[in-house]
């Protein structure tokens, strides 16, 4: 029995977790609190303190309107699993080879209790209306790699599942399955699924003849590890458009067979590597002080536990103990609540994160586009300065927005996102630019036509290069009235986690209204911390991206 102490620190991980996967299941990840109390069935006043505990910790952002939104940190959970498990490193590259190869959807997913779990995702979706992305979770019973999967279960994992199926018959804990009335499939019984997984076991392939949705066809075969145990499943997805069941096993069965065993070297050779680079943050930090009760510090402190989690091989407790500067007696604590709900498992003494993991928001955040990462940062960054600020990116001759926040109207022409400007007379083109690598940069500039747009504009092809220059060696640009009269503007450039630039972010003002000595002072400043946030998200939301 535990102690009724140490009953008060465990609950509000469990709690804490509960509200980020409401979240989690929740349209783009968004909910408001009243919402939550309904998803959760917890009190007001709970909610109220983990999404202060959640905010506090950066998992969770409170917009204007009052929608809770997961912030990319909350993928550094399902991150610790995925580098843990080595899955996408080893994998990815022959899965994306198999994809290329036969121009079709290819996926990786493992089991999880009695459901399968994408973990790799090639996106090449044609004519379905669903695509399942890494970490979204599928019953067992409606794909091809669930009976795989299923093969290998005992009775209890079959009781398991058919006691899940009756208590969901809806299949409401599979945010992810698309709800069309039109294609309501009934259920096998336990007996059929046995059998189903039986043939699946022996053939050694599956089909999944448009269980999920009008159309939509899969073959599965189990990838195995050096001991022979199914680690998880490759699946081609396609389209009954494009193939029948038939054509697509005929295709497909043999290369796909092919990269299972070169997945399988993958898995058998693998280096050791030492620890993934998701940094562990010091949960002994105490802003309990500064919050009072309404923060939850057995929940933050769980959830860094959670994160610290990715060592491939597992942990032992003085590993993440240490990883987390946490005392031992409060690492266990957060440990054994985690093993009871399903997100760590312990062999030998170490722990390891489970696929489980991923249903804390992977799916919905990690799929946002860069211009998604930005937003509430230019919303930040537009409270604090109060100047408009955009994200733009290079195309060809010009920038073409992507994301965008105004203040006030400094600009005649209006703004949105798809605007393009010549990249020439503007200081995000001008950061872009200074990015290009240096034959690229020439060749930019030899094809130029750099028309003046105002009396100030830079038109001579070596001043541009100078500035070029100058802009790559400071890390900013600034470009006084070359686009419109009376605008300025300062742009600093955005990096992707492999330190290459991506984009651009700039602060738009009143040339005649700003100093000049105001905009090294206080806008660069800004603008310079803003790009960091933004980088930190992007390094999370895109950190398994292919580039
Ligand atoms: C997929 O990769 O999206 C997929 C895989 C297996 C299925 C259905 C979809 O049965």
């Given amino acids: ?43 007001r006043s709970t909610v109220d303190r983990i999404v202060t505990t959640l905010v506090r910790l950066g998992h969770l952002r409170e917009e204007y309107g009052g929608d809770a939104v997961l912030t990319p940190r909350v993928l550094e959970l399902g991150l610790a699993y995925l580098h843990a498990s080595r899955l996408p490193e080893l994998l990815g590259p022959p899965a994306a080879a198999l994809a290329d190869d036969l121009d079709e959807s290819v996926s990786v997913a493992v089991p999880d209790r009695d459901a399968v779990r994408f973990v790799i995702q090639t996106p090449r979706r044609r004519a379905l209306s669903v695509t399942f992305r890494a970490g979204d979770a599928l019953p ?52 059929e699924f046995r059998a189903l997984a039986k043939e699946a076991g022996k053939r050694g392939w599956a089909l999944d003849d448009q269980l999920i949705e009008p159309g939509l066809l899969a073959v599965a075969v189990p990838v195995r590890d050096g001991s022979r145990r199914v680690v998880c499943a490759l699946s081609v997805a396609s389209h009954s458009s494009r193939h029948s069941t038939a054509s697509l096993y005929e295709r497909a069965l043999e290369p796909m067979l092919r990269t299972a065993q070169q997945m399988t070297e993958a898995l058998t050779t693998r280096e050791e590597r030492p620890a993934a680079p998701v940094p562990a943050r010091d949960a002994s930090l105490d802003p309990k002080r500064e919050l009072g009760p309404d923060y939850l510090q057995s929940l933050a402190r769980g959830l860094s536990v959670l994160a610290a989690l990715s060592d491939p091989g597992g942990m032992t407790l003085s590993a993440v103990a240490q ?22 498992a312990e062999t030998d003494r170490r722990f390891i994160p489970l696929p ?98 105002t009396a100030h504009t830079l038109t001579d092809p070596v001043g541009l290069q100078g500035v070029l220059v100058d802009a790559e060696r400071d890390g900013y640009a600034i470009v006084d009235q070359e686009l419109e009269e009376g605008l300025r503007s300062i742009a600093v450039p955005l990096h992707g986690p492999d330190g290459k630039v991506v984009a651009a972010l700039n602060i738009a003002h009143h040339a005649g209204r700003t100093p000049l000595s105001e905009v090294h002072e206080r806008l660069l400043p800004a603008l310079r911390d803003t790009a960091r946030r933004i980088e930190d998200d992007v390094a999370l939301a895109f950190a398994l991206r292919p580039s």
């Fill in 323 to 344: 990883a987390t500067a946490l005392p031992r007696a409060t690492a266990r604590r957060s440990l054994l609540t985690l093993q009871s709900l399903g997100y760590v």
């Fill in 356 to 453: 489980r993991v991923l249903e804390l928001g992977y799916s919905a955040v990690s799929a946002r586009s860069l211009a998604d990462v930005a937003q509430p940062h230019l919303v930040d960054l537009v409270h604090r300065v109060l100047e408009s600020a955009s994200v733009a990116v290079l195309d060809g001759p010009d920038i073409r927005y992507i994301a965008r926040v105004a203040a006030t109207r400094v600009m005649h022409v209006d703004i949105t996102v798809g605007t393009r400007f010549p990249a020439h007379a503007t200081s995000m083109g001008r950061v872009l630019l200074a990015a290009l690598p240096s034959g690229q940069r020439s060749a930019w500039l030899a094809e130029a036509d750099l028309k003046p747009l």
């Fill in 140 to 191: 067992a019973e409606r794909c091809a790699p669930g009976a795989l999967f299923a093969a290998d279960w005992d009775a209890p994992d079959f009781e398991h599942w058919h006691a899940r199926a009756l208590s969901d018959p809806d299949d409401e804990t599979f945010p992810a399955l698309p709800r069309s009335s039109a294609h309501q499939r009934s259920r096998p019984t336990q007996e």
């Fill in 1 to 43: 029995m535990p102690s009724s102490a140490e009953e008060a620190s465990v609950g509000p991980l469990e709690r804490g977790l509960a509200v980020v996967h409401a979240l989690a299941g929740a349209p783009a990840g968004r909910l408001r609190r009243s919402d939550l109390v309904r998803a959760t069935g917890l009190a």
